[in-house]
């Protein structure tokens, strides 16, 4: 009978480093409805560039393992990033490639393709098949393979070759291989056999109309390929080596997608094993964390024995070029690149005089004064500003308001300069400055139309000013300039959140407020909902001392902010769904500003809100 043996990797158990491609999907005109030009380009076979957000005439550069740009084939793809690692899975080891990125920048496209341009996954399964053609003439083993194929949806792992079957467990043997106890595992005997398999399962993939994908992909599909080595000869030695090819869902802003309802419950799923497979990646390529958080998302734990530890494995990051997808790719490429050299441009800063508009006129604005104020004043606490900030601000498509300015330089610096370190804090704070710079936009749109035609000067003044100090014969990445963009760039000056008078804290409060999907009670004052019982809910508040209460409220949003699962449960009323839930919401909005912020987590009403707090702080009181 046939012995299994477990597969070491010559002893050695250093955890080798997930290599990184990124891939830029070519320039689609109808992603680009203002004209405004790709806002990335590849530099050579490593390197790419992307428009710094904060001037619009500098960028920023970027190094990986490879980089692949509009023109590469399907083929140059797979020969370059997959290829090389195949030859392991014959050899008993394991491998995965997944491509990562944000939805509709080509993940599928890269790894299943069409027909006429077939992905990594048929050129990787047909090469399996040639590579173990190629071996069985000469050396004493016989080689068999199979396939299972299987998505995760919503955290759920369903059998795509047996549509239907139930939510199936993760488990892990005795020399920490995982399994999948119930997954169909079909023999294939040839491509074509293959093909005849997946083309069916493929279908039952699930996917769904998104506003930037026709048809998007709402799961990870993972391909196992199983390869099983036997020794003809006694003691019949048997190694097997797994190669999982992952397509995995996009990374989304649901503000952009316009999920809702169903979708948006995907997306916080899809978000959420994504940031987990951000942090095992992180840990595994700084070389520094002690335990691997595999077991915090299904997708991570089920590639546990194939990623990191003796397995080698390739992410191929695909971005897209056009400016809608900015803050998408500024992201992915910032995670991709974590433990890559970042380089940062350094440039020789020119101070451009840039008009802006005083802060009174902001708040005309909002307060529907109309735009009539003398357009040429100028705010004094502005203009003491560094002038390159201003010149940002207008060239950078007024990307954001000052505080949000600043706490973005913060944390590119913060990106740049703690390779090594755990960085789930930052990717936090990355979050959570989307969040605020996606409600700056939405709040710029709705100003859009009153908007007055400031100074050209502002982009104008200073776009030709600069050039990049990229050492490359390319000329300077520069977005177009559409009457559209003009007019935005002004905007970005009459945003009304650039109060400098205000405290970040207020400023935030300010957008809130004007938001439609955030519901706001100032911090202390919490209005319980109507209803005799809610009366009595909040009666209990007015008993107690001031500060104590304050202390108390600290202390719960201390937990809500940083504990953990377990941490999170003990608290009265959190289980470990609301747990989940909590820490999901966190991960995709960063912070909670205030307690009240948590009746925007799912299932948390007003009333059981007004309930949770009772009951936490009568406990935290012993009462
Ligand atoms: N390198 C490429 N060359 C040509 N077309 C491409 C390329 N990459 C992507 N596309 C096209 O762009 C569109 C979006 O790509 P795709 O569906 O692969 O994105 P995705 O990242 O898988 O999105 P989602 O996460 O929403 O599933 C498709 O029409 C695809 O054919």
């Not at 080798?16 to 806002?39: F, I, N, Q, W």
């Not at 299972?148 to 291989?177: C, T």
């Not at 979050?431 to 605020?436: D, P, T």
Request: net charge positive; aromatic share 6%; charged share 25%.
């Amino acid at each position: 009978m046939a012995q299994r043996v477990a597969v070491a990797d010559g002893g050695n158990k250093k955890t080798t480093r997930v290599r990184v491609a990124v891939r830029l999907r070519p320039y689609m005109s109808k992603h680009d409805e203002k004209s405004e030009g790709p806002c990335v380009r590849g530099l050579d076979s490593q390197s790419l560039e992307i428009i710094n957000w904060r001037n619009a005439t500098e960028s920023v550069k970027y190094q990986f393992d490879s980089f692949h740009g509009e023109e590469t084939t399907q083929q140059e793809v797979f020969l370059t990033s997959v290829k090389p690692i195949l030859s392991h899975v014959l050899n008993g080891q394991n491998a995965s490639v997944f491509a990562y990125g944000p939805t509709g920048a080509g993940k599928t496209h890269t790894m299943l393709g069409s027909p006429e341009q077939p992905g990594v996954i048929p050129q990787a399964v047909r090469e399996v098949f040639h590579l173990v053609k190629g071996k069985k003439e000469d050396e004493g083993w016989d080689y068999s393979i199979g396939m299972s194929y299987l998505e995760i949806y919503n955290e759920k792992v369903l059998d795509l070759l047996s549509p239907g079957s139930q939510d199936l467990p993760i488990r892990e043997d005795k020399d920490k291989n995982i399994l999948i106890p119930g997954l169909t595992h079909t023999t294939i005997s040839s491509f074509s056999d293959f093909d005849k398999h997946f083309i069916p399962a493929s279908l039952n993939r699930t996917t769904a109309s998104t506003k930037l994908n026709q048809r998007s992909s709402r799961s990870h599909a993972i391909l196992l390929i199983k390869v099983v080595r036997t020794r003809r000869t006694f003691p019949h030695r048997q190694q097997t080596g797994k190669l999982y090819l992952v397509d995995l869902a996009g990374s989304e802003d649901n503000r952009r997608t316009g999920n809702q309802g169903i979708r948006l419950k995907e997306s916080g799923a899809i978000n959420l094993s994504l940031f987990t497979l951000s942090k095992v990646v992180d840990s595994l390529n700084s070389g520094t964390a002690i335990r691997v958080p595999y077991r915090d998302s299904k997708l991570t734990r089920l590639l546990q024995d194939s990623l990191g530890g003796s397995a080698h494995s390739v992410m191929i990051t695909n971005i897209a070029p056009e400016y809608k997808y900015y803050f998408d790719t500024f992201t992915a490429l910032n995670f991709a690149a974590k433990s890559k050299l970042i380089v940062n441009k350094p440039f020789t800063r020119e101070t451009v005089a840039v008009p802006m508009l005083p802060v009174k006129r902001a708040r005309d604005e909002l307060e529907g004064r109309g735009p009539d104020a003398d357009p040429q004043r100028k705010r004094p606490k502005e203009e003491k500003r560094s002038g390159q900030e201003d010149a940002s601000s207008a060239n950078c498509n007024s990307l954001a308001a000052p505080s949000v300015m600043d706490r973005l330089i913060a944390l590119e610096k913060l990106m740049m300069s703690c390779q090594g370190k755990d960085r789930s804090s930052v990717l936090n704070d990355v979050a959570q400055s989307r969040k605020e710079i996606q409600e700056l936009k939405e709040k710029q749109r709705e100003f859009e139309s009153k908007a007055l035609l400031l100074s050209r000067l502002a982009g104008e003044g200073s776009s030709g000013k600069h050039e990049s100090d990229f050492k490359n014969s390319t000329a300077p990445l520069q977005k177009k300039q559409s009457n559209t963009l003009r007019s935005i760039r002004q905007q970005a000056v009459v945003q009304p959140l650039q109060v400098s008078q205000l405290q970040p804290q207020q400023q935030l409060i300010t957008v809130k407020k004007q938001s439609v999907c955030v519901k706001k009670k100032p911090s202390n004052q919490f209005e319980p909902p109507d209803g005799k019982e809610n009366m009595s809910e909040s009666s209990w508040e007015s008993k107690l001392d001031n500060s104590v209460l304050e202390q108390s409220r600290k202390k719960i949003l201390h937990i809500l902010n940083s504990g953990s699962i377990k941490e999170l449960k003990g608290l009265q009323q959190i289980g470990d769904k609301k747990a989940k839930l909590i820490l999901g919401w966190r991960e995709l909005h960063g912070n909670f500003t205030e307690l009240e912020d948590l009746v925007r987590v799912e299932g948390m009403t007003e009333k059981r809100f007004s309930s949770f707090m009772k009951a936490n702080i009568l406990s935290a009181l012993g009462k």
